[in-house]
């Protein structure tokens, strides 16, 4: 494999678009490549990318950065298989909403309310993906990745991924490179409506069908979200918080409008977009950086390429709601 390059701009290769470059960059078009890739710079830094939807550089990186091109769909279910269920195996590198159409056009149900959500199949497990509902992990059989440090291929089952919020072994160890994943979908579907906004969405519509589906969270996500290849971002910044109950208790007694969701852990989750808004950051814009202001957990880049400068607007979010609410928002998107 001869298309190693050394010093290359990484700008292109996050979705806020902040400049640094990558000592070594290599893009491995299957699993041999990816394996060359890792023999001959045993000893340097790694760093894997798909879309670059959810990470950003606020300097160079003094590694290799691998960004895999490993496509490929196809159907490995088995006669002895329930007729309603069918198993693709994705190759890591395809793009998600594509996969996501895919299905919905077969009528393969599972990730129709996934809809429209930036970046690679590959990368879905490592965040747990979610949104109006669902989670990425409630479709998951198998997840196949490469160790970087040994080059051997390691499988693991939907219980060995660690999956929790917006969490996975993969994002925890940062040791494994997926190359595929094998997903459990349904051949059946019908609505089942468990999200305030996507019920609204589809409330004139009888019996939503799954393409029914599908077009409400575009359409939703459209009105709310910014388009990171018109205006950078990465999405949601922040991971929604988890208190205790006493703490959301008294929080409610001072914002009766508080969001609150009980969890199974006996915390309570409660909305980051929300405690931001109330912070009094919604559609706040300090030099180049900006929450938008649909959305206040989305911070947008109005024109700078240096990724500290996004930094500094987080920590300005973090301090004023950590002293408004006695609360610490986590990022969830990668910061290198």
Same mark, same amino acid.
């Given at each position: 494999?001869?298309?190693?390059?050394?010093? /290359?701009?990484?700008?292109?290769?996050? @979705?806020?678009?902040?400049? @640094?470059?990558?000592?070594?960059?290599?893009?491995?078009?299957?699993? @041999?490549?990816?394996?060359?890739?890792?023999?001959?710079?045993?000893?340097?830094?790694?760093?894997? /990318?798909?879309?670059?939807?959810? *990470?950003?550089?606020?300097? %160079?990186?003094?590694?290799?950065?691998?960004?895999?091109?490993?496509?490929?769909?196809?159907?490995?279910?088995?006669?002895?298989?329930? %007729?309603?269920?069918?198993?693709? +195996?994705?190759?890591?590198? +395809?793009?998600?909403?594509?996969?996501?159409?895919?299905?919905?056009?077969?009528?393969?149900?599972? *990730?129709?309310?996934?809809?429209?959500?930036?970046?690679?199949?590959?990368?879905?497990?490592?965040?747990?993906?979610?949104?109006?509902?669902?989670?990425?992990?409630?479709?998951?059989? +198998?997840?196949?990745?490469?160790?970087?440090?040994?080059?051997?291929?390691?499988?693991?089952?939907?219980?060995?991924?660690?999956?929790? =919020?917006?969490?996975?072994?993969?994002?925890?160890?940062?040791?494994?490179?997926?190359?595929?994943?094998?997903?459990?979908?349904? !051949?059946?579907?019908?609505?089942?409506?468990?999200?305030?906004?996507?019920? !609204?969405?589809?409330?004139?519509?009888?019996?939503?069908?799954?393409?029914?589906?599908?077009?409400?969270?575009?359409?939703?996500?459209?009105?709310?979200?910014?388009?990171?290849?018109?205006?950078?971002?990465?999405?949601?910044?922040?991971?929604?918080?988890?208190?205790?109950?006493?703490?959301? %208790?008294?929080?409610?007694?001072?914002?009766?409008?508080?969001?609150?969701?009980?969890?199974?852990?006996?915390?309570?989750?409660?909305?980051?977009?929300?405690?931001?808004?109330?912070?009094?950051? !919604?559609?706040?814009?300090?030099?180049?950086?900006?929450? =938008?202001?649909?959305?206040?957990?989305?911070?947008?880049?109005?024109?700078?390429?240096?990724?500290?400068?996004?930094?500094?607007?987080?920590?300005?979010?973090?301090?004023?709601? +950590?002293?408004?609410?006695?609360?610490?928002?986590?990022?969830?998107?990668?910061?290198?």
């Amino acid at each position: 494999m001869d298309d190693h390059q050394k010093s /290359i701009q990484l700008k292109n290769y996050n @979705a806020f678009r902040t400049e @640094a470059l990558a000592k070594i960059f290599c893009a491995p078009n299957n699993v @041999a490549e990816l394996r060359e890739c890792l023999e001959k710079y045993p000893n340097e830094k790694k760093l894997i /990318i798909g879309g670059g939807c959810n *990470l950003f550089f606020t300097k %160079d990186f003094d590694g290799l950065v691998i960004k895999p091109n490993i496509k490929g769909i196809r159907d490995v279910s088995d006669d002895d298989d329930d %007729d309603d269920i069918v198993f693709l +195996e994705v190759m890591a590198s +395809e793009d998600w909403d594509e996969f996501v159409e895919y299905c919905v056009n077969k009528g393969f149900s599972g *990730l129709e309310n996934l809809s429209y959500i930036p970046g690679t199949v590959g990368a879905s497990p490592v965040q747990n993906i979610g949104a109006y509902g669902a989670e990425v992990k409630d479709c998951i059989r +198998e997840v196949v990745a490469i160790d970087i440090n040994t080059g051997e291929a390691v499988s693991f089952s939907n219980a060995e991924c660690q999956f929790g =919020y917006r969490d996975s072994i993969f994002k925890k160890t940062n040791r494994y490179i997926i190359v595929s994943i094998v997903f459990q979908l349904k !051949k059946s579907f019908s609505y089942k409506p468990k999200y305030a906004d996507l019920n !609204k969405e589809l409330e004139d519509v009888e019996e939503p069908t799954i393409q029914d589906v599908r077009e409400a969270v575009i359409q939703i996500r459209k009105r709310k979200l910014p388009d990171h290849k018109e205006l950078p971002n990465c999405g949601s910044f922040f991971k929604n918080p988890s208190i205790d109950p006493e703490k959301a %208790d008294t929080l409610l007694g001072i914002y009766p409008d508080l969001p609150v969701y009980p969890q199974p852990n006996g915390l309570v989750k409660t909305s980051a977009a929300f405690l931001i808004d109330r912070a009094g950051y !919604k559609g706040k814009r300090i030099g180049n950086i900006g929450t =938008y202001p649909n959305q206040p957990l989305i911070i947008v880049n109005y024109g700078t390429t240096d990724g500290n400068e996004i930094v500094g607007f987080m920590e300005e979010i973090q301090e004023v709601v +950590e002293e408004d609410f006695g609360i610490k928002l986590e990022p969830e998107v990668k910061i290198l």
